[in-house]
C-alpha cells in the first residue's frame, strides 16, 4: 500500500479554483474573504481532507490545543479510572486532547514526564492522584499553568479540587439517624490521610447535631479492606449493646463486614443497617443487598479540573493577572447512593 500524499493549501487553491492567498485567509478567518468564495474554499478542504500542520497552528495561536495529565496509578486502576473520562470528555468538547502518562508515583518519572510535557508546548498540565491526599509535587511544574486533581500541596500554591470528605461523612451518617438509629458503628481506615480524618469528623458532627453521645467504643479502625471490615464488624458484633447501623470508611470495608453479620445469623438491613463509601460499583451494586454509598465525585473533578485550567489560560498570558488571585481550593461534594441495606 501507497501512502496518500498530504494535501496542501496550493492543492486546496487548485481545487476550488482561488488564489493561496484567499485559501489562507480561510484557513485564518479573515472577514475581508466574501462568503460565497468562503464555502467553495471550504468545501473543497472537505473533499480534499485536509489538515492544518498542528505545529503551524501552534506557532500562529501559541496554544497547543493539548493538555498534560500526570497521575500515580489512576490509569491502571478501575476505582478512580472516571476522573480521566471527565478530564478527557471535557477536553475534547474544548477542542483539547489529554497527553497522559502514568507515572506509578516515581518521582523521578514525574519530573521527566513534565520536562516532556513542556518541551511538547503543553497548553497546560492536571496533576492526579489515586486518592485524596497532600502531594509533594515536581518543582519544575510550576513552569506551566497546573491544576491538581485529588489532591493538594501544604502552601496551597496551586489550584486543587479534592472530594469533601467531611460534609461526606456527615450525609452517610445522617442518612442513618434519619431512619431512627441512634447506635451507629464506624468502621474507619487505619492510615492518617485526609479521608480517615474528615470522614469520622462528619460522622461525630452528624451525632453532636442530633444530640447523640459519641461512644467511642462503637469506632474501630482497620486497614480498608474486606478483612479488615470483617475483623471490625466482628469485633463491634460482640458488643454489650450492639449497634444496629454500621458507617464503613468504604465499600471494601463493607464487603468484610457483610460477611460478618451474616454469619452472626443477622439480616441486612432489617437487623443491622450498613453504609459504605465510594460507591466502587463492582462491590456495592453486586453485594446482596445492593450497598447504599457515597460516590466519590471522580467524574466532577475531572470536569472541574479542564475547566479551570482552560478558564486560567487566557489570564497566563496578561503579565501579573493570575499572580494577584490566590488560587482556588475547591471541594466536590459526594452523593449519596440508595441502594437496599440500609
Not at 485524596?132 to 513552569?143: E, K, L, M, Q
Request: glycine fraction near 6%; include cysteine.
Amino acid at each position: 500500500m501507497t501512502r496518500k500524499a498530504k494535501v496542501t493549501i496550493q492543492d486546496i487553491a487548485r481545487h476550488a479554483g482561488v488564489g493561496v492567498g484567499t485559501v489562507s485567509r480561510v484557513l485564518n478567518g479573515h472577514p475581508s474573504v466574501s462568503a460565497e468564495t468562503e464555502a467553495t474554499v471550504r468545501q473543497s478542504i472537505a473533499q480534499l481532507e485536509y489538515r492544518p500542520m498542528a505545529a503551524a497552528q501552534t506557532l500562529r495561536s501559541r496554544r497547543s490545543n493539548v493538555l498534560g495529565f500526570i497521575t500515580d496509578m489512576i490509569a491502571t486502576t478501575p476505582h478512580a479510572g472516571q476522573i480521566i473520562r471527565g478530564a478527557q470528555e471535557t477536553a475534547w468538547h474544548s477542542g483539547k486532547v489529554l497527553f497522559l502518562v502514568n507515572t506509578e508515583g516515581d518521582p523521578e518519572l514525574e519530573r521527566s514526564a513534565v520536562d516532556v510535557m513542556i518541551d511538547r508546548q503543553v497548553d497546560g498540565l492536571i496533576y492526579a492522584t489515586m486518592f485524596h491526599r497532600s502531594a509533594t509535587v515536581p518543582s519544575n511544574i510550576y513552569a506551566v499553568p497546573t491544576v491538581l486533581l485529588d489532591c493538594y500541596v501544604e502552601d496551597a500554591s496551586l489550584p486543587s479540587v479534592v472530594p469533601d470528605e467531611f460534609s461526606g461523612g456527615y450525609q452517610a451518617t445522617k442518612v442513618l439517624i434519619d431512619r431512627g438509629h441512634r447506635r451507629i458503628a464506624f468502621l474507619n481506615h487505619v492510615e492518617p490521610i485526609p479521608a480517615q480524618r474528615l470522614r469520622v469528623q462528619g460522622y461525630q458532627a452528624a451525632l453532636a447535631d442530633h444530640d447523640i453521645p459519641f461512644d467511642a467504643t462503637l469506632t474501630s479502625e482497620a486497614w480498608s479492606e474486606p478483612r479488615g471490615g470483617y475483623d471490625a464488624m466482628k469485633t463491634l458484633l460482640h458488643h454489650p449493646q450492639r449497634p444496629t447501623a454500621v458507617f464503613c470508611f468504604n465499600d471494601r470495608m463493607a464487603m468484610g463486614a457483610y460477611e460478618a453479620i451474616r454469619q452472626q445469623g443477622l439480616r441486612i438491613p432489617q437487623d443491622i443497617a450498613v453504609i459504605g463509601y465510594d460507591n466502587q460499583e463492582l462491590i456495592a451494586a453486586n453485594l446482596w443487598p445492593g450497598l447504599t454509598t457515597m460516590q466519590l465525585p471522580h467524574y466532577e473533578m475531572g470536569v472541574w479540573a479542564v475547566e479551570h485550567l482552560l478558564a486560567e489560560l487566557p489570564a497566563t498570558s496578561e503579565k501579573g493577572d493570575s499572580a494577584e488571585r490566590a488560587p482556588l481550593q475547591v471541594k466536590l461534594a459526594c452523593s449519596l447512593i440508595l441502594r437496599d441495606s440500609v
